[in-house]
């Protein structure tokens, strides 16, 4: 069964160091891959995604993603974290149907 | 401005009570999804619904009803043969190319069963 997996339940940064979170995706296809932040209490907003092309991908808030085939990978990284920057992210993958996959999530804590 | 609404934002049922959510979007999206979000689960697909008058069962959808009769609006009815409905349930909206395709979020109803 296709799968997402997110290594971390939660990390801790401080402000103005790097970020990576980490995700993995169970083989299939052309992935459909997508990050998604949510805030304390919200919905979610997406970052960034990849279908195909380019597979470094710039996304919102100066995050970005590197897809890896090999590593069947999809981290997510920031080279400066900013206080606001505290949420819970999510590692999706679609089917190609209307079901999409979901991580369980990397609570982010950022430190001053 | 476009977006997904959802209400109430905090929802109290007592046992053996049915309680309606509600979902509005003004994006003019055809596809609408609903999630159940449980602490350290990520979201799990309740019922989701690619265009008016048809919807279609997630990976959870026992104890859950739902209705599509208009294109901006998806409620979502947690029956009492929910038995573990305490969560945080999101809608969402996309514009109808599948799992390809972004998902809008509405914010959000917590339901707490007392």
């Known amino acids: 069964a296709q799968s997402v997996t997110q290594p971390d339940i939660h990390i801790t940064v401080s402000e103005g160091a790097s970020l990576e979170l980490r995700c993995n995706y169970s083989?299939?296809?052309?992935?459909?891959l997508f990050w998604y932040v949510q805030s304390p209490g919200q919905g979610l907003q997406l970052l960034l995604k990849y279908f195909s092309g380019d597979t470094l991908v710039q996304g919102i808030k100066g995050f970005e993603a590197e897809f890896k085939r090999s590593q069947s990978s999809f981290n997510l990284r920031k080279p400066s974290v900013h206080w606001s920057d505290a949420a819970e992210y999510f590692c999706a993958r679609g089917t190609g149907g209307f079901k999409t996959i979901f991580g369980a999530g990397t609570r982010l804590f950022v430190k001053a | 401005d476009g977006g997904i609404t959802q209400s109430p934002k905090y929802l109290f049922r007592k046992e053996g009570q049915n309680v309606t959510l509600s979902c509005e979007q003004n994006?003019?999206?055809?596809?609408m999804y609903w999630y159940r979000q449980d602490p350290g689960q990520g979201l799990r697909l309740i019922y989701y619904s690619q265009i008016v008058n048809d919807f279609q069962k997630g990976d959870i959808a026992e104890g859950y009803s739902v209705s599509r009769e208009k294109k901006e609006s998806f409620p979502l009815t947690v029956t009492s043969a929910q038995k573990n409905p305490t969560a945080f349930y999101l809608c969402?909206?996309?514009?109808?190319?599948?799992?390809?395709?972004?998902?809008?979020f509405g914010p959000g109803t917590r339901l707490t069963v007392l």
């Open positions: 083989y299939g296809a052309t992935p459909y």
């Open positions: 994006l003019n999206h055809d596809a």
């Open positions: 969402a909206s996309s514009s109808g190319q599948g799992s390809t395709d972004t998902q809008y």
